[in-house]
């Protein structure tokens, strides 16, 4: 078995629960990056020091962060933020007493935390996949270009592979793209985010990283909404342009089947500061608002 290179105990709070927090840097429970096996969250990314992997385990009230590879030392020493540990809190509580579901939200899924990884390219990997089309058709297209890419991860997991490296996927002409379902717009759109890839890694703050990514052609504020969720943990982060959640918050928040981005903004305001968290609990919680007439596509953005 291989030995991890860097180690370190962690203590989460009470009621802490690792696979609902950790499950948002997973794209499926097939995912090549990133599993949940045998109680045990593995997620392979390239640091700044080389291919890392990391592993979380609870272990009696603690949990247990090891790292394998050169960049061990560097995502062992983030364990805490990937984890969600460092999940600032303040204020929600009161926030979430304005609203009964809210408050019964708040504290049924008490142990979920915000994860907040650092990185900003291996999720907009993903959301650049997943604009405009269902979640199959976008997990296609993100395995088979992970898999186009192999490189294993460092660790004891196999088979387990490290997200591509940017400048190979900057490098990489679109019709490369197209086997895995993946039309020009979206692959050119993704090719341009990993030829600045490195400017986006630099971003000091979500309002920075938002600023940078909405900048490229092709990505507007969905897309940044759902990389600065992960990247930096962003609970104010609300995915405008969706084609579901506008109806869940309405439903959730209003009783009202249907709502566009004005009206889902709208009721969030009062959680100022944590919309996405509330967007994050209605998701935990499976509320759907109904489904009326022919079913529909996962999204259809008019900006992306």
């Given at each position: 078995m291989t030995s991890h290179a860097a180690r370190r105990t962690l203590r989460?709070?009470?009621?802490?629960?690792?696979?609902?927090?950790?499950?948002?840097?997973?794209?499926s429970p097939y995912d090549p990056c990133a599993r949940i096996a045998a109680g045990t969250f593995w997620w392979a990314t390239r640091t700044p020091d080389g291919p890392a992997t990391l592993a979380l385990r609870p272990e009696a009230g603690e949990l247990t962060a090891e790292g394998y590879g050169p960049g061990a030392g560097?995502?062992?020493?983030?364990a805490d933020r990937i984890a969600g540990l460092c999940d600032d809190l303040t204020g929600f509580a009161t926030l979430a007493a304005a609203h009964p579901l809210v408050a019964r939200l708040a504290h049924t899924h008490h142990g979920?935390?915000?994860?907040?990884?650092?990185?900003?390219?291996?999720?907009?990997?993903?959301?650049?996949?997943?604009?405009?089309?269902?979640?199959?058709?976008?997990?296609?297209?993100?395995?088979?270009?992970?898999?186009?890419?192999?490189?294993?991860?460092p660790g004891p997991l196999q088979p387990l592979l490290l997200p591509p490296e940017p400048a190979a996927v900057a490098a990489t002409p679109y019709w490369v793209f197209h086997p895995f379902g993946v039309e020009q717009r979206r692959a050119d759109?993704?090719?341009?985010?990993?030829?600045?890839?490195?400017?986006?890694?630099?971003?000091?703050?979500?309002?920075?990283?938002?600023?940078?990514?909405?900048?490229?052609?092709g990505i507007g504020p969905w897309t940044a909404a759902e990389v600065v969720r992960i990247a930096y943990g962003d609970p104010d982060a609300v995915s405008v342009g969706d084609y579901h959640v506008p109806n869940t918050v309405a439903w959730a928040l209003a009783g009202e089947p249907r709502g566009d981005d004005a009206r889902m903004l709208a009721?969030?305001?009062?959680?100022?500061?944590?919309?996405?968290?509330?967007?994050?609990?209605?998701?935990?919680a499976g509320i759907q608002a109904p489904k009326y007439g022919p079913r529909a596509p996962i999204r259809s953005f008019a900006r992306y």
């Open positions: 989460p709070p009470a009621g802490y629960r690792l696979a609902a927090s950790v499950r948002a840097l997973t794209f560097w995502v062992v020493e983030r979920l935390r915000m994860p907040a990884t650092g990185q900003i390219f291996p999720r907009l990997l993903r959301a650049v996949f997943e604009q405009k089309v269902t979640g199959k058709e976008a997990y296609r297209a993100y395995a088979a270009t992970v898999r186009h890419f192999r490189e294993p991860a759109t993704l090719r341009r985010a990993a030829a600045v890839a490195d400017r986006l890694e630099r971003c000091a703050d979500s309002a920075e990283a938002t600023r940078r990514l909405t900048a490229i052609p009721l969030l305001a009062p959680f100022q500061g944590h919309r996405g968290r509330v967007c994050v609990l209605l998701e935990a």
